[in-house]
Nanobody
């Protein structure tokens, strides 16, 4: 059973940076594709970035492209999301998700629901 744990959220001013991490307490993260999703108050959850199990494929939503970078370290069994130039509209709860389907963790709705979710970490961008 995969148990995802996110960390690194917090309060930051506009233009600032945060680095989110996703780890699995059972140390099996390496075999899964990973996605980052976020949900702002009153809005639907959206997929913002994803990375394949070996790290060779990455994708970003237009809203974060050029500002966020996803990476993974399979020796440390973690996936990170570096968020730079944060904007007020980036305020949300951020979730990491894992699945054997790359399309699912990239938020392709027709691919079906993602199998594993973390508990989420709050990111607040405020002046």
């Amino acid at each position: 059973q995969l148990q995802l744990v996110e960390s690194g959220g917090g309060l930051v001013q506009p233009g600032g940076s945060l680095r989110l991490s996703c780890a699995d307490s059972g140390f099996t993260l390496n075999t899964f594709h990973i996605g980052w999703f976020r949900q702002a108050p009153g809005k639907a959850r959206e997929g913002i970035s994803c990375i394949s199990s070996a790290g060779g494929s990455k994708s970003y939503a237009d809203s974060v492209k050029g500002r966020f970078t996803i990476s993974r370290d399979n020796t440390k069994k973690t996936v990170s999301l570096q968020m730079n130039n944060l904007k007020l509209e980036d305020t949300a709860v951020y979730y990491c998700a894992a699945d054997s389907s790359y399309d699912r963790v990239c938020g392709v709705e027709v691919a079906g629901p993602v199998r594993y979710w973390g508990q989420g970490t709050q990111v607040t961008v405020s002046s």
